[in-house]
């Protein structure tokens, strides 16, 4: 297990190479100094090229991409060109702000979205499945931004139970696990939980009835087995393919929370990015994208590792 | 609940009707009695309700799709009387059965010695380490090589044959009193298919088995069952010992069955008989004998009511009106072989 482990590694290096190239280059495509957005509009040419050279915008791509990939090999993401601050300290804390909403709106619609799945599953086109399959299709096409703004007027304007925007009260933009700090998360994530619950649900139900429908349900059940100890076993089998895809999607909300995160301004990196872009911020926006860009090969990585561990017919040669 | 000890048959079952989704009827009044320590096989082709007749025994078919009639005792109980506790109880334990094809009847992620510490421990409640040693007496009594290993080995690392020895152990671990098989060999290669069958054969002397073993191999019945009922279309058309259904069938379907078989009696260069047609719409029955559309001595009578049940010899029966030509017809394709 170790070694393969160690193997995965090494292959995930070239990968991971391969996205810094094109965080790099990406934000390269965009037209417009990045420059010209903290710089007065009257600056002096000598002023902009100053400032290029402070920059190190001046040097050949391929130079400024070493140069860079050197600095982000030792921590350095560089400085945030609107803020001055250090790119790291700040995508460190929208990461983990995201991370806390994305995980807490992972396990809520991995929850829920289980318990619909196997219930659609194990009680096929009854009444019940018909619900769940209505509910994750619901969760899969609604759009969002929509429902968070739904549920901001309703929860947040009219009934007055919950705040609507930021992580807490102090507008600090940390979050922190007290009840306080418990209001503000609950409307995104739940906004944002709605997503994989859908997804989860449905992939859930189509596996839970696959495996219902193999000989050794039969076999199970013709050793004695009770009901519940075939379930125990059907949860076995399904556990690789749910958690594989709860991994993804935790990936996804990672990146792609902007919409949900600018809804709720929570100071995330789905914000982060969103403040970036249109300030021209562009180190910050490189160390942003590189580090979600990471995160998600990470995944890959510790997705796949679980599932091997889950599913001994997956080689581990 | 009290364990019925008596001198009741192991199996018994009467006016077995089995209907899928209200429409197609796939046993139609079957009537069989397996006595204890015997071994009988059912055979007959696909669809003909064997294995449907098997799994009612432990009312494995799907509960919310499937109508049961007719009555099954195991061992003077009754099994359609049976709440879900008692069935559990029953299952495993006193009833085990043998599947087809063991790739798809083990689970795939739970190790194979898991599996069957799983089913002691359902029915008797002891600790993982004893479940263990007993699982590892299993694999022994099956034969498996290296059985400490294997225990820890996943379906998918074992070949057809150990994975069907796996599937044995499995099935005896409770030491049941009877032993459903359904197909046990016909997944397997033919070398192997021997192995597995002289094993279950040593197993049901050694263990005092009561077997129902379901086929359509008429060599590999041969080799395991005392008794042979043969089925057609969710109906036993012939039953009688072994020998008498072989070598002395009075069934045009049996006779039919005979004659399709490609072994040392046929003459080289000689076709191959087949049956012509096939079997009915079981969910469309016609009325008369379920055979008679097929049948080379068929007659108006037949396709009107059911045929009669005919002794023909003790312990012999057959369910047609011209039991004695279809014999005779029998014997004298044998003679003129015999000759030839």
Redesign the interface.
Known sequence: MLSFILRRLLTVTPVALGVSIVCFSLVHLAEGDPLSSILPVDATQETIDAMRIAYGYDKPLPVQYALWLWKVLHGDLGTSIATGRPVLSEVGRAVVNSLILASVATLIGFTFGCLFGFVAGYFRDSVLDRAASAISVFGVSVPHYWLGMVLVIVFSAQLGWLPSTGAGPDGSGNWKPDLEHLRYIILPAITMSVIPMGVIARTVRALVGDILS???V??????????F?VFK?VV??AA?TALAIMGLQLGYLLGGSILIETVFAWPGTGFLLNAAIFQRDLPLLQGAILVLAMFFVALNLIVDVVQTA????IERG | MTRAVGKEPAVEIQGLKVTFGGKVRAVDGVDLTLGRGQAIALIGESGSGKSVTLRAIMRLNPERKTAIEGRILVAGRDVMAMGKRDLTALRGREVAMIFQEPLLALDPVYTVGRQIMEAIRQHEGIGAAEARARALQQFERVRIPSPERRLDAYPHEMSGGMRQRAMIALALACNPKVLLADEPTTALDATVQIQILLLLRDLQAELGLSTLFVTHDLGAAVEVADRIAVMYAGRIVEEGSARQVVLNPHHPYTIGLLRSRADGALAKGSRLQTIPGSPPDLANRQPGCPFAPRCFLAEERCRVGDPPVVEAGPGHRAACWKTDEAARSFQAQRAELADA
């Open positions: 193999q000989d050794f039969g076999a199970l059940r013709a050793k004695g087995l009770s009901e100890g076993h076995k089998n690789p889950l599913d001994p017919r």
